[in-house]
């Protein structure tokens, strides 16, 4: 079935998350080309289209209580936005297959080893050992397979590249999502952000909007069954360029320190993979296969104006959830290293507390033995308080 006005209210879809930067931009998606909603998630973020929406409050791995929650109820399709890894795959194909005709599982761009190859096709290379993130996301799509075959289920991979929304700058290394006003405010309070290989490094960054209008065309589609898809903008952009929107946007020329993949691998070594194989390096994919399938297909924004539209939501949205003084004291320990000033701590937007200062006191001095030890007694903690 391919959607259209006549048949796509008569479509249901299960989503499980649904509150992320992807998967809430294909939740409202969903809703306005009226395909009923049921999302699986802990019911901690409320959207704007929540009211429209049917929650099942629960953890993922309480199979038990959505088991019951799902009772006798079937979906056109299910959309598993928390799968990771080949165990977290087995789990959920076994259990969600029994509630709908065609399984989506959201893999990555980043499975195509593109050492060999400049672009990225659904049948390309793949993974690069080099990433467990690749690798994961391969081998999960390989035990996909296998299990939809042996069960004779039906199932679609979807390959995102780097995507952006509201909560996200889709520049290299960042905070966790809504946090990201933390690289805006360090631009504009004149602290250096980094940069490596120039900024030259290119990659298809794609409005989450736009990768909702065109995911939503795989939904019930016979022609998407058993199959992968990227869905990639087609147009790819620097980091640089990225940079040059936040400035003309702010009228403030960013502070740059520019280090090599490598140093910068070294000094955030829990993020060597992602640097190495994904940043540092140009990842662009093609959407020619799903424009064999959609050639109407176009998107709506370009860089320019989808990022514009980032950064007016983290101004109107009292810069969302806040500093992430995690990635704010990395930053600062990793530029003072390449630069004579020596950065300290800056309240941006005048409300940090004490815990933030702490929490940036020992990423800012990592490797320390007084960070070390603080670290280690914030961690006790916050194990106590969960355990009282």
Known sequence: MVLTKNNMNKLKVLIIGGTGCISSALVNECISTGIAVTTINRGRRKDQNSDKVTLIKADKNDLNRIKSALAEETFDAVIDFLCYTKEDLKTSFNFYSNYADQYFFISSCAVYDLRSVKIGLEDGPKSDERWNYSVNKWDAEELLRKLAKEQNKSYT????????????IPYGITPPYGKHGTLIQRILHGKPIIRWNGGENVCNMMRVEDFSRAFVKLIANKDAYNTEFNICSEKYY??????QIIEHHYDKKATIIDISVDEYAQLLPERKGELIVDRGADRISSLKKFKQLFPDFQEKYDLEKGLNKTLNAYEAQNWMDGISWEFDGDCDRIVSKFSDSKYRFIDYLSNASLKDKLTYFTHRHKGRADAMILSYSMRLVNKIKRMI
């Open 157 to 168: 991979i979807v390959r995102p590249s780097v995507t952006y929304g509201d909560t996200r």
């Open 238 to 243: 620097s980091y640089n360029q990225v940079i």
